[in-house]
C-alpha cells in the first residue's frame, strides 16, 4: 500500500509529511515529474502539495497532510501521545503557519528566486522572524521537544522544516546568538536519521546569503513582549555603545523645542556608527503621551 505525494521538489511544505513518514515508516512515493496541471485538476484550491492515498482520496494542505501521515499509526506518538498532546501538537502548527512561515519565506525567497527583493519587507522579515525565534527560546527552557516528555512529535518535524532553508542560508551566527535552545533542539532534531532521509546532512548559516540590493541590517533586534518604559529604556542603554563619543543624556538635558542650534549641535555630534533613529508612527495620540 503506498501513496504518492505531488510537490516541488525541495519543498520544505513537502519535508515535514515525507520525515513523519520516515517515523511511521509509511511508503510514500513522490510523484517524479511536478505537474502543475495535476494539482491545479485534483487540489481544491490549486496549490501543493497533495496526497494521493491507495484508497483514492486527495488530501490537501500541507500540515494536514502531515497530522494525516502522522496519525497513521498511534504507537510511534508522533502525532502526540494523548488528546492533550495532539492539541498541542495542532497549537505549535498554527503557530507555525501564523508565525513563523511568512517571515520565514520573506527572508529566503528572494535569494531563492521566488519573489523578488523589497527593503522594508527584509527589515521586517528579521524582526518577525526574531519573535517567533524568541517564542521558542522561551518556550524550550528545560525542555528536550516542543510537545510532551515522551519523545519528537509532528510539532518538531513541521517547526524544524520550516526553519531548514532560513537556518541554512540567512541566519547567521551572530542572528541565532540569542538562540541557544532553538539552536540545540535544531540540530538534536535534524541529525536524526529520519530527517537525514528526507533533507539530508544539515548544515547551519556561516554567512547570511544576501539577495541583490540588499543593505545590511541589525541580527540584533530588540524584541520585546508588551514592553514596559523602564524595559525600552533598559534596552536602549543595553545597546548603546561605551565607546561612542555621542552622550544622548546631554543632548536631551539641553534641547530646546524649534531652536536650530540644538539640531545644529546634535547633527555634529551625533554618532551614525554606533546609534541610530527611529521614526514612530502611533495608532492613537494617547500613546504619546
Same mark, same amino acid.
Given at each position: 500500500?503506498?501513496? #504518492?505525494?505531488?510537490?516541488?521538489?525541495?519543498?520544505?511544505?513537502?519535508?515535514?509529511?515525507?520525515?513523519? =513518514?520516515?517515523?511511521?515508516?509509511?511508503?510514500?512515493?513522490?510523484?517524479?515529474?511536478?505537474?502543475?496541471?495535476?494539482?491545479?485538476?485534483?487540489?481544491?484550491?490549486?496549490?501543493?502539495? *497533495?496526497?494521493?492515498?491507495?484508497?483514492?482520496?486527495? $488530501?490537501?494542505?500541507?500540515?494536514?497532510?502531515?497530522?494525516?501521515?502522522?496519525?497513521?499509526?498511534?504507537?510511534?506518538?508522533?502525532?502526540?501521545?494523548? *488528546?492533550?498532546? @495532539? =492539541?498541542?501538537?495542532?497549537?505549535?502548527?498554527?503557530?507555525? &503557519?501564523?508565525?513563523?512561515?511568512?517571515?520565514?519565506?520573506?527572508?529566503?525567497?528572494?535569494?531563492?528566486?521566488?519573489?523578488?527583493?523589497? @527593503? %522594508?519587507?527584509?527589515?521586517?522579515?528579521?524582526?518577525?522572524? +526574531?519573535?517567533?525565534?524568541?517564542? $521558542?527560546? #522561551?518556550?524550550?527552557?528545560?525542555? %528536550?521537544?516542543?510537545?510532551?516528555?515522551?519523545?519528537?512529535?509532528?510539532?518538531? *518535524?513541521?517547526?524544524?522544516?520550516?526553519?531548514?532553508?532560513?537556518?541554512?542560508?540567512? =541566519?547567521?551566527?551572530?542572528? $541565532?546568538?540569542?538562540?541557544?535552545?532553538?539552536?540545540?533542539?535544531?540540530?538534536?532534531?535534524?541529525?536524526?536519521?529520519?530527517?537525514?532521509?528526507?533533507?539530508?546532512? #544539515?548544515?547551519?548559516? @556561516?554567512?547570511?546569503?544576501?539577495?541583490?540590493?540588499?543593505?545590511?541590517?541589525?541580527?540584533?533586534?530588540?524584541?520585546?513582549?508588551?514592553?514596559?518604559?523602564?524595559?525600552? &529604556?533598559?534596552?536602549?542603554?543595553?545597546?548603546?555603545?561605551?565607546?561612542? +563619543?555621542?552622550?544622548?543624556? &546631554?543632548?536631551?538635558?539641553?534641547? @530646546?523645542?524649534?531652536?536650530?542650534?540644538?539640531?545644529?549641535?546634535?547633527?555634529?555630534?551625533?554618532?551614525? %556608527?554606533?546609534?541610530? *533613529?527611529?521614526?514612530?508612527?502611533?495608532?492613537?495620540?494617547?500613546?504619546?503621551?
Amino acid at each position: 500500500m503506498s501513496y #504518492t505525494l505531488h510537490a516541488p521538489p525541495g519543498s520544505f511544505r513537502a519535508f515535514p509529511i515525507l520525515i513523519a =513518514a520516515e517515523y511511521n515508516n509509511i511508503d510514500i512515493q513522490v510523484a517524479p515529474e511536478f505537474n502543475v496541471k495535476t494539482i491545479q485538476k485534483k487540489s481544491p484550491t490549486g496549490k501543493a502539495p *497533495i496526497l494521493e492515498t491507495p484508497s483514492g482520496n486527495v $488530501l490537501f494542505s500541507s500540515h494536514a497532510i502531515a497530522r494525516y501521515v502522522a496519525n497513521l499509526r498511534r504507537d510511534t506518538n508522533i502525532g502526540g501521545a494523548s *488528546i492533550v498532546e @495532539q =492539541a498541542e501538537v495542532d497549537a505549535w502548527l498554527d503557530f507555525c &503557519a501564523a508565525e513563523l512561515e511568512l517571515p520565514a519565506c520573506v527572508w529566503f525567497y528572494p535569494i531563492a528566486g521566488y519573489m523578488p527583493f523589497y @527593503q %522594508e519587507a527584509y527589515e521586517k522579515a528579521k524582526i518577525d522572524f +526574531s519573535k517567533a525565534l524568541t517564542v $521558542l527560546e #522561551t518556550h524550550l527552557e528545560g525542555k %528536550e521537544y516542543l510537545v510532551g516528555k515522551s519523545g519528537l512529535t509532528l510539532a518538531d *518535524i513541521v517547526v524544524c522544516s520550516t526553519l531548514l532553508y532560513p537556518f541554512k542560508l540567512v =541566519a547567521s551566527p551572530s542572528y $541565532l546568538k540569542a538562540y541557544p535552545r532553538v539552536v540545540a533542539w535544531f540540530q538534536k532534531c535534524v541529525q536524526q536519521e529520519q530527517f537525514v532521509a528526507v533533507v539530508g546532512v #544539515t548544515s547551519l548559516c @556561516q554567512n547570511e546569503i544576501m539577495a541583490k540590493g540588499a543593505k545590511p541590517v541589525s541580527d540584533h533586534p530588540v524584541v520585546l513582549a508588551n514592553p514596559t518604559k523602564q524595559a525600552i &529604556a533598559a534596552a536602549a542603554a543595553s545597546s548603546s555603545s561605551s565607546s561612542s +563619543s555621542f552622550d544622548l543624556a &546631554a543632548f536631551k538635558s539641553s534641547y @530646546q523645542p524649534n531652536d536650530s542650534a540644538t539640531m545644529t549641535k546634535f547633527w555634529e555630534t551625533y554618532d551614525k %556608527e554606533n546609534w541610530s *533613529i527611529w521614526k514612530c508612527v502611533y495608532d492613537y495620540a494617547d500613546d504619546n503621551e
